[in-house]
């Protein structure tokens, strides 16, 4: 892995946030707690909160995740991440 997913999750939660026009105010969370975040400081986000952001960007929190991991692995095309997660999720069809 070249880069730290900390740091990735904080850059594509940037991203986003900026992709869509947002300031790091108004997310569900503090402006503190984002800016801290996005500069992969000291706090490690938990899915509940990469869901609250999402929701608050309108983006789902497994694209936020899935733009990391592709970010902290730059050999990992992201059609190559989606087909594997479309392979893996049919060996559980049932869900």
Not at 48 to 77: F, T
């Amino acid at each position: 892995m070249s880069k730290d997913l900390k740091l990735a999750v904080g850059e594509a939660l940037r991203t986003f946030r900026e992709a869509r026009g947002h300031s790091q105010e108004g997310l569900g969370v503090s402006q503190s707690y984002v800016s801290t975040l996005e500069n992969g400081g000291r706090w490690n986000v938990t899915i509940a909160r990469v869901d609250q952001i999402g929701e608050a960007l309108g983006v789902h929190p497994l694209s936020i995740l899935a733009a990391a991991y592709c970010l902290s692995n730059p050999a990992v095309s992201r059609k190559d991440l989606l087909k594997r997660i479309e392979n893996e999720l049919s060996e559980i069809e049932g869900l």
